[in-house]
T-cell receptor, first 113, second 112 residues
Framework: EAQVTQNPRYLITVTGKKLTVTCSQNMNHEYMSWYRQDPGLGLRQIYYSMNVEVTDKGDVPEGYKVSRKEKRNFPLILESPSPNQTSLYFCATKRTETYNEQFFGPGTRLTVL | GENVEQHPSTLSVQEGDSAVIKCTYS??????FPWYKQELGKRPQLIID?????GEKKDQRIAVTLNKTAKHFSLHITETQPEDSAVYFC???????????FGSGTRLQVQP
């Protein structure tokens, strides 16, 4: 079954404690992306990756890091989380070409106290 | 960069009525416009999309129209049903960046 998985699904943490949200896909998609969803702001792109070892900033990259060492995995790293990073995070994947459907993971709800 | 504005933010209709959600975009180079539906507690899922070389596309009860000159596109849902209740997001993509810029979402409520 084609799928995008994220872990953890829910996380409550404290300011400054490093965390990683994993994203994995089995669809052999080149393009992977992270979004955060906040009420009234829609989905905003944090980082994206066009292929292995190729990453680039989206619209709201501050406070986040990513890596793409393997095609199937695209972890999101918060080195020093702050309360303003409390949000719902979605990983998404697609084939590189513009017109292809983007598939979203199930989401990770993060609360930073 | 691209900016996508979406209206209205909430929309309530009676079952069987039509619903229209409108979006405008800023980058004239944008050439792909998908619409996503997000049910409560679920992930966004693509429901329909349109490319810049097409003015209208229809899939059963849903249709999307695109006016490139005015830089706006709209989602039309006819004969609405309670299961259409969800948040709908429009988005725009520019080929060079291959990223999606989303609107802020419209919460549609269909009253039975």
């Amino acid at each position: 079954e084609a799928q995008v998985t994220q872990n953890p699904r829910y996380l409550i943490t404290v300011t400054g404690k490093k965390l990683t949200v994993t994203c994995s896909q089995n669809m052999n998609h080149e393009y992977m992306s992270w979004y955060r969803q906040d009420p009234g702001l829609g989905l905003r792109q944090i980082y994206y990756s066009m292929n292995v070892e190729v990453t680039d900033k989206g619209d709201v990259p501050e406070g986040y890091k990513v890596s793409r060492k393997e095609k199937r995995n695209f972890p999101l790293i918060l080195e020093s989380p702050s309360p303003n990073q409390t949000s719902l995070y979605f990983c998404a994947t697609k084939r590189t070409e513009t017109y292809n459907e983007q598939f979203f993971g199930p989401g990770t709800r993060l609360t930073v106290l | 960069g691209e900016n996508v504005e979406q209206h209205p933010s909430t929309l309530s209709v009676q079952e069987g009525d039509s619903a229209v959600i409108k979006c405008t975009y800023s980058d004239s180079a944008s050439n792909y416009f998908p619409w996503y539906k997000q049910e409560l507690g679920k992930r966004p899922q693509l429901i329909i999309d349109i490319r810049s070389n097409v003015g209208e596309k229809k899939d059963q009860r849903i249709a999307v129209t695109l006016n490139k000159t005015a830089k706006h596109f709209s989602l039309h849902i006819t004969e609405t049903q309670p299961e259409d209740s969800a948040v709908y997001f429009c988005a725009a993509s520019t080929a060079g960046r291959r990223a999606l810029t989303f609107g802020s979402g419209t919460r549609l409520q269909v009253q039975p």
